[in-house]
């Protein structure tokens, strides 16, 4: 009989939590988990999958403009806010209910509430100490909002999802994932959108020449970009309306303020410091290369330990982790040719390495380039245009990187994802025949070398 509680406690019902915690109890693992906010973490109830139903929604309108061109011709469109709100509310209460069913059909013992670590082997929950003999921290991140004046009047992708009206003008900040997004949302169903942010241009971290494209295709859906920009201060008037004061003293008033500008490790108060867990300044939890922090007996997966904060990685750690710890053992994550999607308008699509990466560890570089608009566009009469990228190592005829600027971009580049992670190379994709017509088959057509390094 064991003389813990538990085998493993999970505090958080995320998505790397949930797969933890399930896998391990498939496995014959005595299984707590915690979770004092929802079920399935962000990703299903503020994050990847309430965006991408807005996204959707916020496609429709340009696609009814579209049709006239097909002779298709739509009268009497009008948008309810209300109506995508609260359908969204039902898919996501329905997806909760489906992870409740799983945790607790998997034999996981689930308590609903705020845990927190108070020993090296237990942890307290609604004022109730249990202990394990090992604990999995998976708690996730937080929007970070700046301390400036008026910041009370900030929303956060915590909020976006159900606001109570439907803004007519809204200032969104920020240059990752979600700003860019959010941005094509808003503006998409119709409201006067800018995006500001801080840098010289968003999506740091992507390759240059598809941050450039991104902006310009972006700005073409009606969305006002404004780089090198910061606010100061937000002041509420009379009439409700926000005040915003940026850095450089110019105001203007707004519907709404958005901040996008990333999410921190939810660390606190989670009483890691107190158990002897070491954090990083941003109250990352340090861990090794099996997610093993510094107390032999805590781990921690996803986002909280801040290395790639994707749902597929989360669940990707997960899966290793409790393979290694109750399994026949597990290869460790590989963080490199991780593919990713961002649902801007245009889509993202992006797996392996940037140009300006590549150049550095492949010194014989060969750049394939191909711009052009769509066989759709030809008719719809939208100015939207397609940007796709090979990069190929020169000596080895590996393709080591690949970028997609357009529509279904994300479906895209998951499959090539495969083939990169195969080891595919430039002979591999010029000997594949391609499906006629797809903007797909570009990526197999592609013979000309745009630019050349080494």
């Avoid at 003008?169 to 503006?187: M, T």
């Avoid at 005040?243 to 500008?261: I, N, P, S």
């Avoid at 982790?321 to 699509?349: H, K």
Wanted: glycine share 10%.
């Amino acid at each position: 009989m064991s003389k813990f509680d538990f085998d493993l406690f999970v505090i958080g019902a995320g998505s790397g939590g949930v797969r933890a915690a399930r896998m391990a109890a498939s496995m014959g693992v005595r299984v707590g988990i915690a979770e004092e906010r929802y079920l399935g973490g962000t990703c299903v109830n503020v994050g990847c999958v309430p965006k991408k139903l807005y996204v959707y929604a916020s496609q429709y309108a340009e696609s009814f403009s579209e049709a006239a061109g097909f002779g298709l011709h739509a009268a009497d469109i009008r948008f309810n806010w209300e109506t995508l709100r609260d359908n969204k509310t039902q898919e996501i209460t329905r997806l909760n209910g489906i992870y409740r069913n799983l945790l607790v059909n998997s034999g996981c013992q689930l308590i609903e509430g705020r845990a927190t670590v108070s020993g090296p082997q237990s942890v307290t929950v609604n004022g109730q100490e249990y202990s394990a003999e090992r604990i999995l921290v998976a708690v996730g991140g937080w929007p970070f909002v700046p301390n400036i004046p008026g910041a009370e009047h900030i929303i956060t992708s915590n909020e976006v999802f159900d606001l109570d009206t439907f803004p007519k003008r809204i200032l969104i900040v920020g240059g990752g994932y979600i700003a860019i997004e959010f941005a094509g949302v808003f503006a998409g169903l119709g409201c006067e959108t800018q995006l500001i942010h801080r840098g010289d241009l968003f999506l740091k971290g992507f390759d240059q020449e598809i941050r450039e494209y991104t902006a310009q295709e972006v700005a073409k859906k009606g969305v006002q970009l404004r780089f090198n920009t910061e606010i100061s201060s937000i002041q509420k008037l009379a009439d409700g309306q926000l005040e915003v004061t940026l850095k450089q003293g110019e105001t203007q008033c707004v519907d709404q303020v958005m901040y996008a500008t990333g999410r921190t490790p939810k660390t606190t108060g989670l009483g890691l410091e107190t158990a002897g867990v070491e954090l990083a300044p941003n109250g990352a939890i340090k861990v090794d290369e099996q997610f093993q922090t510094s107390v032999p007996s805590i781990y921690a997966v996803g986002d909280v330990i801040d290395r790639v904060q994707l749902t597929p990685v989360a669940l990707a750690e997960g899966m290793a982790l409790v393979r290694r710890l109750y399994g026949q053992g597990s290869p460790d994550v590989e963080y490199e040719m991780i593919a990713t999607a961002v649902f801007s308008q245009p889509n993202i699509g992006t797996v392996g390495f940037t140009e300006e990466e590549a150049v550095k560890r492949f010194p014989q570089l060969d750049v394939y380039r191909s711009e052009f608009r769509s066989m759709k566009h030809t008719l719809s009469g939208s100015e939207e245009r397609t940007l796709m990228k090979l990069l190929v190592d020169r000596h080895s005829d590996r393709v080591v990187g690949v970028h997609m600027v357009g529509a279904d971009a994300g479906e895209i580049i998951q499959g090539i994802a495969v083939a990169l992670k195969a080891g595919a190379t430039k002979a591999t994709f010029d000997s594949t025949i391609g499906i006629h017509p797809t903007a797909a088959e570009e990526f197999v057509t592609m013979r000309d070398v745009t630019r050349q390094y080494g």
